[in-house]
């Protein structure tokens, strides 16, 4: 009976994890849409009201994000809960559901602010930037607690960090190298929606010096030579660790998948349906990462 329930639980912990996934989604439509602003300046409320009536297609776009986040909130609570009930105290699964909480909620305030600061829409200022690179950190931080509550219900040796300086130090390396690249692609697709690659020239010397435009070559060289750091950490893993290993070949080989769909994006100049395949792809490869560091540190390493 324990099993059957553990398993139930940690079906519902990756249910949970897929629906966030594409919450993520639907929320890179918004902002690729300009749908920000289609519940006006209102948090919660949209327009003013509970259910807009008789609205635009941008204002149904975003309360359907809002709607859905709702949605999301309430299945981590549930999971939660279901942690506290189904694991003792101290567990690494109800530990990892308690953080899922807390990201879900920052992340719930993170959207609240842009809206109430109308950093949204056509709003291309610095905050927004700064606040968009927040949010995809955050957003990383959620993913990771909600794959790690679904990996350690089965797995329940939590990490060791002790005589493991070294494999600390070189997974920590890594995250931080995949969380640069985030937030710097988060920045740049902000910039593809505010700017068009394709209409560029039409637009005018003044927007092609704005920051967004600028800043627009930075993520492919931080995408390559990052990216070189995290399959090199990823090899390493999966090299002395027997339980890292497929994980280790999962992260390269998402990583090379990834490069090759940011190539396309740039030639085809970031249409709306691969900006959402390359967030997918982006977020894969942190969960795959984040259960890679999992496996490493609560795996024995190999001998030789």
């Not at 398993?7 to 918004?30: C, D, P």
């Amino acid at each position: 009976m324990l099993l059957n329930a553990n398993q139930s639980f940690r079906n519902f912990a990756w249910f949970t994890l897929g629906y966030n996934v594409l919450v993520i989604l639907w929320g890179a439509l918004v902002r690729a849409t300009g749908s920000g602003a289609g519940c006006g300046a209102n948090w919660p409320s949209c327009q003013g009201e509970l259910i807009p009536a008789g609205s635009s297609l941008e204002t149904w776009i975003e309360f359907a994000h809002r709607a859905t986040s709702g949605v999301a909130l309430l299945l981590v609570v549930g999971l939660v809960v279901w942690a506290v009930r189904a694991f003792s105290k101290g567990h690494p699964a109800r530990r990892a559901a308690a953080w899922s909480l807390v990201f879900i909620v920052i992340e719930a305030l993170i959207g609240a602010g842009l809206v109430l600061f109308e950093l949204v829409a056509q709003n291309s200022s610095t905050a927004r930037a700064v606040i968009i690179a927040l949010h995809l950190g955050n957003t990383f931080l959620l993913l990771g607690a909600l794959a790690l509550t679904a990996w350690w219900t089965s797995r329940p040796g939590c990490a060791s960090f002790a005589d493991r300086a070294a494999t600390t130090a070189a997974l920590a390396l890594g995250a931080g190298c995949l969380m640069l690249v985030g937030m710097s692609g988060a920045v740049t697709a902000l910039g593809d929606t505010l700017f068009p690659m394709g209409e560029l020239a039409v637009l005018g010397e003044a927007v092609q010096g704005h920051f967004l435009v600028q800043l627009r070559a930075w993520h492919p060289l931080l995408a390559v030579f990052l990216g070189a750091v995290v399959a090199a950490v990823a090899w390493r893993m999966g090299r002395d660790r027997p339980a890292a290993r497929a994980l280790g070949r999962a992260v390269a080989g998402l990583y090379a998948g990834q490069l090759a769909i940011g190539l396309a994006n740039v030639t085809l100049a970031a249409p709306l349906w691969l900006q959402l395949v390359h967030l997918a792809a982006a977020d894969a490869i942190w969960v795959a990462y984040v259960l890679l560091g999992a496996a490493a540190l609560g795996g024995s390493v190999e001998a030789g």
